[in-house]
């Protein structure tokens, strides 16, 4: 028996009537895409250009498809929004929730954040889904609708009550984006929607776009990597990869390189490295952490003032770490709270500057 027919409250709004909808397929304007394109010769939404990812690595190619770190900004007094999505596959994940991984989730940003719905797909949804949102309250509201972390996602379209108003939404800080770039858990694993990963959430307190290059399992700072990260306009730079370097050799092979690589591209960005945050589970967290933090100490000792260091085993904090993760690696929506706020800290004042 399905859980949705004793409890009620597990269902997913049903879809409304076509008849009495405006449909809009993304990308078009005046809704604005952040994080991720839309790619005509691809036809899906990618957050790597594809010859970036072929110079990198299979893994790199296979992840340059997940949306995580994209969004959808809008405007609109509908008192319905509806969405139809599709993809190649919904990816799973055992200690995933859907919800996050291959969901979407919509937040009124009018007056603060406000969940409006959680879109996701259903088990016999196949490659595909449709469902719809009342919104949450009356008049212009400004949206934002974050995509999936861990799917691709084809196409995208967003119904509104026929004759409503639609507008582009609530603009960003006029600053540039704050570029990450890391493992798994900087691509969102494992929240339980798409806007609770710690990225997602540092913007939506500093109202300032991002961009996620998260790479799971796949974040090793490659060469041509490293130079496309530093092509990228950003006001912040947030290096986040220990997890996926294999070892303390590849650390001191690469880390150390990609800051100068960037550097040399961007010689004002403020610079952030992280550790991991579960350096208990690794017997070579120590050595790990003091290569990253030579790096650190490197750019100082060359009169370079615009970097910082967090040592990863302050982000989840002391008190209650165990509650912090699914799997003792991977943060929950708690976990990636806990960064997000440790992040903030540095971040801010950043932005304000």
Known sequence: MNIE???????????????????????????KLYGIFYDESEKRFMRIPKTVAENTSEGCVFLMRHTSGGRLKFSTDSDTISIKATYDYI?????????????????????????????????????????????IKKGVRNYIL????YNDVVSLTIGLKKGSFLGEGKPYENVKPVLYYGSSITQGGCASRPDNCYPALVSKWTNTDFINMGLSGNAKAEPAFSEYLSSIPCSVFVCDYDHNAPDKAHLEKTHLPLYLTFRAANPSVPVLFLTKPDPERDK??????????????????????????????????????????????????????????????????????
């Open 284 to 353: 070579e967290a120590l050595q790990r952490k003091r290569v990253i933090r030579d790096t650190y100490l490197y750019a100082r000792e060359h009169s370079d003032k615009n970097v910082f260091f967090i040592d990863g085993y302050t982000l989840f904090g002391k008190a209650d770490r165990e509650n912090c993760t699914v799997d003792g690696t991977h943060p929950n929506d708690l976990g990636f709270y806990r960064m997000a706020k440790a992040v903030m800290k540095i971040i801010a004042p950043l932005l304000k500057s």
């Open 91 to 135: 990816f799973e994940m055992s200690h995933m929730p859907k919800t996050g991984r291959a969901g979407f989730s919509l937040i009124d940003e009018t007056d603060g954040c406000e969940l409006v719905y959680t879109f996701r797909p259903e088990s016999a949804n196949g490659n595909g889904f449709c469902a719809s949102a009342a919104a």
């Open 146 to 149: 974050y995509f999936p972390l």
């Open 5 to 31: 027919k004793i409890d009620k409250n597990f269902l997913q709004n049903n879809r409304s009537a076509e008849s009495e909808m405006t449909e809009y397929e993304i990308p078009q304007s005046p809704f």
